[in-house]
DNA sequence: ATGGTTGCGAAGCAA
């Protein structure tokens, strides 16, 4: 089973984008972020043609995650419980294949100490606290999304250019840990122990060609998901060419 | 490597 993760930056805008890796890299199951598109002006029949079911949590014009998958995709449950994430929409959940499948995009936080920053170390604790009452380590899950969270300094460029600033932070590394303490390994790291394979380069000043980036888009599988794993890939061929995204998608095989 | 680009939506913000 094939498990894909991609922030699309518009689903609108990169539908064409999406049609045309869906048939190369053929996962079973993508999850989606930053679709900016509502749940009912979702493009359920055009991924349909292809052999996809879709589900969605979306308002139309931020955020918005989906799921889209060739090998079931029930249960569907949006946002954390009731109250919390009601207007985010920056989580959702469905069983594909036998996995509890999570699609997540974890606030970017923009400025270290800022509110924003704090609201992204309460939405990630939110995350782990919805994990330990909606589901068990011990099954097949699978949480995959952009955390805005480089894990550690093989998944940054320059330690010292970004100094100060999100995403590299010891509360965000600490509350991923906590996330995966809950029971759950980056499945792209058992796969792979290089440096600087990176999934999202910023747009600007031609970074990705100048291979600055993060690898911030990650695949969290339980243990028992995650013994399984037998390839992984950052697609970077996704981020060139025309209208990309500013991440590539990432993938893993899995029993 | 502090200067840039893209998407949304129609100016400026978020990333």
């Given at each position: 089973?094939?498990?894909a993760t991609?922030n699309?930056?518009?689903l609108?805008?990169?539908?064409?984008?999406?049609?045309?890796?869906?048939e190369?890299a053929?996962?079973?199951?993508l999850?989606m972020?930053?679709t900016?598109?509502?749940e009912?002006s979702f493009?359920?029949?055009a991924?349909?043609?292809?052999?996809?079911?879709?589900?969605?949590?979306?308002?139309?014009?931020?955020?918005?995650?989906?799921?889209v998958?060739?090998v079931?995709?029930?249960?569907v449950?949006?946002?954390?419980e009731?109250?919390?994430d009601e207007?985010?929409?920056?989580?959702?959940?469905?069983?594909?294949?036998?996995?509890?499948v999570?699609?997540?995009?974890?606030?970017?936080?923009?400025?270290?100490?800022?509110?924003?920053y704090?609201?992204k170390?309460?939405?990630l604790?939110?995350?782990?606290s919805?994990l330990?009452?909606?589901?068990?380590p011990?099954e097949?899950?699978?949480?995959?999304?952009d955390?805005?969270?480089?894990?550690?300094d093989?998944?940054?460029?320059?330690?010292?250019?970004?100094?100060?600033?999100t995403?590299?932070?010891?509360?965000?590394?600490?509350?991923?840990a906590?996330?995966?303490?809950?029971?759950?390994?980056?499945?792209?790291?058992?796969?792979?122990d290089e440096?600087?394979?990176?999934?999202?380069?910023d747009?600007?000043?031609?970074n990705f060609?100048?291979?600055?980036?993060?690898r911030i888009?990650?695949i969290?599988l339980?243990r028992?998901l995650?013994e399984t794993?037998?390839?992984?890939?950052v697609?970077?061929n996704?981020r060139?060419?025309?209208?990309?995204?500013?991440h590539?998608p990432?993938l893993i095989?899995?029993a």
């Open positions: 089973m094939r498990i991609w699309v930056n518009s609108n805008a990169r539908l064409p984008r999406v049609e045309e890796w869906l190369y053929a996962p079973d199951v999850c972020q930053e900016k598109v509502a009912a493009p359920t029949m991924l349909s043609a292809l052999g996809y079911e879709s589900a969605s949590h979306g308002d139309g014009r931020w955020n918005g995650v989906a799921i998958s060739r079931g995709l029930d249960d449950a949006r946002g954390f009731p109250g919390v207007q985010g929409c920056r989580i959702m959940a469905a069983t594909c294949g036998g996995v509890r999570h699609s997540v995009y974890v606030p970017n936080g923009r400025v270290v100490g800022s509110e924003h704090l609201a170390l309460a939405w604790d939110e995350l782990r919805h330990e009452r909606s589901a068990s011990s097949r899950v699978a949480v995959c999304g955390f805005n969270i480089a894990p550690d093989r998944d940054i460029y320059d330690r010292q250019a970004l100094e100060g600033s995403h590299i932070t010891e509360p965000e590394r600490k509350a991923l906590a996330i995966e303490d809950w029971g759950l390994v980056d499945g792209f790291r058992l796969l792979h440096d600087e394979l990176f999934t999202w380069w747009y600007r000043a031609g060609h100048k291979h600055l980036g993060m888009d990650l969290l339980s028992s995650a794993a037998s390839f992984a890939l697609d970077r996704a060139k060419g025309k209208q990309p995204s500013d590539a990432v095989d899995v």
